[in-house]
């Protein structure tokens, strides 16, 4: 399978759906109402959904997590040269965060993504100096893949859930205590794992209120 970049980085619309704009459409996003075609301006569905409180990248600790990422981007002396992969990207705010000052291809299998495919089975044709993983890793089994989408000297830098609350928190979460979206988050939680775990150098760790672990690893050339 080949990479598709048709996500996007190439979209355009002819006109927003919510404010009829024709002016630009970048990213999926309406340049004048700010409206979001992959996500409907923030995952709307059910009113009593506390799912769709917020629109991706809006809550104060997506906002945290957007410092983290800027930070070790810049302490680590990454370019607009340098290739970066967001995997796991959902909704994609993080890249359409990113993609003014770096090089940012996002990948998930939602179809909204620049490359499109199961991180499982989907053949890379290439390394990227920075690969993002921000509350992706949790979900499935697949940590080898990604580091594999590493190049030498380059680096991981993931968000994932502390997994010694988040124990507790799926208990909760099958007993209804935690309801909403934080109960399906809790509950599609399969791979908890410790900071260490990861076979990569740590470079820099911070913990959002002992729920979110936040860590640069370096992939060190052997």
Known sequence: ??????????????????CGN????????????????????????????KMNSYPDGNRWADKQK??????QLRKNNISPEDEIIEVGSG?????????SGYNVTCFDKNGLADITGDILTYQFRKKYKVVLALEFL???FFTEK????????????ATFPNPKLDGLMRLLAWNNIVNGKFKYEYLEHINLFEPEEIPLKIIEKESLFWICNMVCYKKVEQ
């Open 22 to 49: 024709t002016g630009t459409i970048s990213h999926q996003t309406c340049s004048n109402c700010s409206y979001c075609k992959g996500c409907g301006g923030g995952r709307n569905v059910s009113s009593g959904d």
């Open 66 to 71: 957007l410092k983290f990422v800027q930070e």
């Open 146 to 157: 990604v580091i594999n989408l590493i190049e030498p000297n380059g680096y991981l830098i």
């Open 1 to 18: 399978m080949e990479d598709n970049y048709d996500g996007y980085k190439n979209d355009k619309w002819d006109k927003c759906p919510k």
């Open 138 to 140: 949790e979900h499935g």
């Open 91 to 99: 909704t994609g705010w993080l890249t359409k965060s990113l993609i």
